[in-house]
């Protein structure tokens, strides 16, 4: 089994597009008035516009791999980006570190940057 799609409410389709397009830099797939599809390395990420109020509560939060998180962080910081936190170590396992930050995106859902660096 593998993951297909994950999908992510959303209170302003519009806004939340320009953030995961423009901030984020995924590439749009498609959009309808309630939806917006992006691709993320062979997953479908979408966005929509919840049909039912029990399904407006927050995302799960999206942890993006990234190979600098340094950089990263810098990259979405000059975007201004709002981060929980600095990029920190969350775990060290035998010659590999984890790195961690937390952001929002546009509509107050929680997302992460992850880069596992090897010593």
């Not at 509560?57 to 990234?66: H, P």
């Amino acid at each position: 089994m593998k993951i297909n799609q994950i999908s992510v409410p959303v209170k302003q389709l519009q806004r939340a597009i320009s953030f995961y397009q423009g901030v984020l830099n995924l590439p749009l797939l498609f959009q309808t008035d309630t939806m917006a599809f992006f691709e993320c390395n062979g997953i479908k990420l979408l966005l929509s516009l919840p049909e039912k109020e029990e399904f407006a509560l927050s995302s799960s939060v999206i942890y993006f791999d990234v190979e600098d998180i340094q950089e990263a962080f810098s990259n979405l910081l000059e975007k201004e980006v709002a981060f929980l936190d600095q990029p920190h170590i969350v775990a060290k396992i035998g010659t590999t570190e984890t790195w961690m930050t937390f952001f929002k995106d546009s509509e107050n859902n929680t997302l992460a940057l992850m880069s596992e660096v090897a010593l």
